[in-house]
């Protein structure tokens, strides 16, 4: 079946500019993760939800960080007032259940802020 | 100190050599431990989970001693194939999912 799927697959933005970064998650996968990754880094965890609540966002780095998943499927990462600091890789990942921990990730988006 | 540590290599093996890569972590009260496995520019993909007694899938063996919060992994017998970044991931405790992982460390076996 199909995988977790991230639009858009890059994204190069001005400084300033907002942001939303999409994941579709596996079907049926009722946990939703969202990770930042920097070059030669493992992923740093920032976000995450059981169905359309979100459980943890201790990982964001600031308020121009949120997050949603309304319908408990589809979610997005906004990022407002972008800075060039915020350029990196952003995975999403999803899981069965909300207690499997095997997580599944997505290709990601790479973001380039100029 | 970071909450997941690991050497970064890279371990430059030829092939059918073995190879050993450490972790460490700093929470006592972490409660899961994984490999996962991170070929260039493609996501993470969950290799093998690391249990207290230790345990083997095929030529990988991964163990864990809570004591030390040390964690291993070996390959043998590594094959071209093998070659990409390991990271290092722990389960932080508290009944959340959430993953920590280590930077990596990345394998190249050579011909």
């Known amino acids: 079946g199909a995988g977790v799927s991230q639009s858009p697959r890059y994204k190069v933005t001005k400084r300033g500019q907002d942001v939303a970064l999409r994941c579709d998650p596996i079907s049926g996968h009722v946990s939703l993760y969202w990770y930042r990754q920097a070059l030669g880094q493992g992923p740093e965890f920032l976000t995450y939800?059981?169905?359309?609540?979100?459980?943890?966002k201790s990982g964001l780095p600031n308020d121009r960080f949120s997050a949603e998943r309304p319908e408990g499927s589809i979610s997005t990462l906004t990022i407002q007032r972008t800075e060039q600091r915020d350029s990196a890789m952003y995975r999403c990942a999803s899981s069965r259940t909300t207690t499997s921990y095997e997580q599944y990730f997505g290709p990601g988006t790479r973001l380039t802020v100029t | 100190r970071k909450e997941v540590e690991q050497d970064p290599g890279p371990f430059n093996v030829p092939e059918g050599a073995t190879v050993a890569f450490n972790c460490t972590y700093s929470?006592?009260?972490?409660?899961?431990f994984f490999w996962y496995r991170q070929d260039c520019r493609k996501e993470p993909k969950l290799l093998m989970s690391?249990?207290?007694s230790g345990n083997e899938d095929g030529r990988f063996t991964a163990q864990l001693n809570r004591a030390s919060q040390y964690i291993s992994l070996l390959i043998r017998d590594s094959k071209l194939s093998d070659s990409a970044t390991y990271l290092c991931v722990v389960l932080v405790s508290g009944g959340y999912n959430k993953l920590i992982f280590g930077a990596g460390t990345r394998l190249a076996v050579h011909p």
């Open positions: 929470n006592s009260a972490s409660q899961s």
């Open positions: 939800f059981n169905y359309e609540a979100q459980q943890d």
């Open positions: 690391v249990y207290s």
